[in-house]
């Protein structure tokens, strides 16, 4: 029988790469986004491929909708907890609605997701949570409190949901990427560096030791492995993948 597969924020970025993974290992997929025209053209493409994929559109951050959605689709074998949003600014920039907007996606979204899942997953006798984290949960990264305060608040939540409900023999990790070149990379700096996006761009690549941002396929490559059964002894643990960011940064 197929293992199945919750992905919220699963049709750009880092979640499109975990969808087309997931989906490729013969995953039975869903995967949920706000962006309705991209999620419909992401389950055009992969059945087209003869993929099991569905997808949902919803908001991560209404409670109800989504403890409905995952009452209707039937057993979960795992949560990859993706959805989420950033925001650029310090304590002193950072407004009080751009830190509620966040919280509410990013933190919310997380608890919101892994409580309606958790009972679902108490009853199998099994289960797995992957939330996406972020080294910015770990270390202080420059212009990024609200961003860092809701990764601060996953890696917590992982910590915590893992210790809750390891005898109900629930498993709960997170990943925790460097910079990686997602479509958002690129927009930040077309908006903010309008003709000095390569310039940027190899600045901020180099910020990383390893000499290069991350790839999406990458961050999904290491999804698979947590969620295959050959990682069934990992619990309570945050995987960073950051091209050597947290441990060898001078």
Do not use: W
Request: proline share 4%; hydrophobic share 40%; net charge neutral.
């Amino acid at each position: 029988m197929k293992q199945s597969v919750l992905i919220t924020g699963g049709a750009s970025g880092i979640g499109l790469a975990l969808t087309k993974a997931f989906a490729s290992k013969q995953y039975k997929v869903y995967f949920l986004d706000f962006n309705k025209e991209s999620g419909m053209e992401l389950q055009a493409a992969l059945v087209d491929l003869n993929q099991e994929v569905q997808f949902i559109h919803g908001n991560v951050a209404d409670r109800e909708q989504m403890q409905d959605i995952i009452n209707k689709i039937g057993p979960l074998d795992i949560l990859i907890n993706n959805a989420g949003i950033s925001h650029v600014g310090n304590l002193g920039t950072t407004q009080e609605e751009d830190f509620d907007r966040l919280f509410q996606v990013n933190v919310k979204g997380v608890f919101n997701c892994s409580q309606a899942a958790i009972s679902k997953m108490k009853e199998q006798g099994k289960g797995l949570i992957l939330n996406m984290c972020s080294v910015a949960a770990s270390m202080g990264l420059p212009d990024r409190f609200a961003y860092s305060m809701t990764k601060g608040a996953v890696l917590s939540m992982t910590l915590s949901i893992a210790r809750d409900y390891v005898e109900y023999g629930i498993r709960c990790n997170c990943i925790s990427p460097g910079r990686v070149h997602t479509p958002f990379v690129d927009g930040f700096l077309s908006k903010n560096y309008p003709g000095k996006e390569k310039e940027m761009f190899d600045k901020l690549a180099a910020s990383q030791p390893i000499g290069r941002m991350g790839k999406p396929e990458e961050i999904a490559a290491l999804a698979l492995y947590l969620s295959s059964p050959e990682a069934s002894f990992i619990t309570g643990t945050n995987f960073p993948i950051d091209g050597g960011f947290l441990g060898l940064k001078m």
